[in-house]
């Protein structure tokens, strides 16, 4: 576990408010349109469109907090089901204002993303209508970290054989959002490094490691 005092956290801080500052001056701009044109010749059949769409909908914050509750109704991991809920809210609510702040506008509409079922649609990358029209950070990138790094915690408590495996779904989710051309490739960089901060934040002021215990509850009073 990676705390707020390590080198490592500050670190990730660090580039993520660079990163920031790139985007916002637009320094980065030619980088992400060159990749994003560079992208869009890439043109796969209809079936791997779907499984995309799927895998990007991993990061749905509806998603996250049902898996938030799921956890936080198991007794063993219930600390950690509540602590990846308010860092899924948290991130939610800093996205949504952080992206008219930064201004970098969504990536242009393309045909990539298959007609959906009826009743099924990706969720959007923002709560407040006012920042919807903007792409950086990735919130869905953000939340889909924050669940990789506090549930993998969890389940590195149990077995370390086991606790890397979901870092397997950052990187899926982002390039499913890229190759569908929901966010620039800066947009993705910027929400991992946002939602480590933010996890790595709540997890130590909060003691993830710790869990709830009934029965030191008992000896307090």
Do not use: C
Request: glycine content about 4%; overall charge positive; charged content about 10%.
């Amino acid at each position: 576990m990676i705390h707020i005092r390590s080198f490592q956290f500050i670190a990730i801080l660090l580039a993520f408010i660079v990163l920031s500052v790139l985007v916002h001056f637009h320094f980065l701009s030619s980088m992400d349109s060159f990749i994003f044109n560079s992208i869009s010749v890439f043109n796969p059949d209809q079936s791997l469109l779907y499984t995309f769409v799927v895998i990007s909908s991993f990061g749905e914050v509806v998603n996250l907090i049902l898996v938030a509750i799921i956890l936080t109704i198991i007794r063993r991991t219930r600390k950690g089901g509540m602590i990846l809920m308010i860092t899924i809210m948290t991130l939610a609510i800093l996205v949504s204002y952080m992206k008219p702040l930064i201004a970098q506008p969504n990536p242009p509409e393309t045909q990539r993303i298959p007609n959906l079922p009826k009743g099924f649609q990706l969720e959007s990358d923002s709560l407040l209508t006012e920042a919807r029209s903007f792409s950086y950070p990735s919130n869905h990138t953000a939340v889909i970290t924050s669940l990789a790094y506090i549930v993998g915690i969890i389940v590195q408590l149990k077995s370390k054989k086991y606790g890397q495996v979901l870092w397997i779904l950052p990187p899926m989710l982002m390039l499913s959002n890229l190759l569908l051309g929901l966010n620039y490739l800066s947009d993705l960089f910027g929400g991992l490094l946002l939602g480590l901060v933010i996890s790595i934040t709540l997890s130590t002021i909060l003691k993830l490691e710790i869990p709830f215990t009934i029965n030191k509850l008992k000896n307090t009073r």
